[in-house]
């Protein structure tokens, strides 16, 4: 299975955006799927995820303003962020829980304040 994000974008501080991770296959195939992103000059991060039975947990810094969700008939999961802030700008990427497929190429957000 292969995942692919996408959405990313540029918006101002307070603002919103949804990115979606889709599967090449069955995402009940994988036990929980999980929001990564990366800043300019800093490790990539553990954001959210979500298990397939639906149990959902997020990082500090976004709990709160973010909200992942998966429709399994879509094969997809999302990523709502809301309130967002210039320190949420970076790349972000959808990988299992705990990550051991490939990285793609994620999607980059930008939030200017």
């Known amino acids: 299975v292969q995942l692919q994000a996408s959405g990313g974008g540029s918006v101002q501080a307070g603002g919103s955006l949804r990115l979606s991770c889709a599967a090449s296959?069955?995402?009940?195939?994988?036990?929980?799927l999980g929001w990564y992103r990366q800043a300019p000059g800093k490790q990539r991060e553990w954001v959210a995820t979500?298990?397939?039975?639906?149990?959902?947990a997020y990082a500090d810094s976004v709990n709160g303003r973010f909200t992942i969700s998966r429709v399994n008939a879509k094969d997809t999961v999302y990523l709502q962020m809301n309130a967002l802030k210039p320190e949420d700008t970076g790349v972000y990427f959808c990988?299992?829980?705990?990550?051991?497929?490939?990285w793609g190429q994620g999607t980059q957000l930008t939030v200017s304040s």
């Open positions: 296959g069955n995402i009940l195939s994988m036990p929980a």
């Open positions: 979500i298990s397939r039975v639906g149990n959902i």
């Open positions: 990988n299992r829980e705990p990550p051991n497929l490939p």
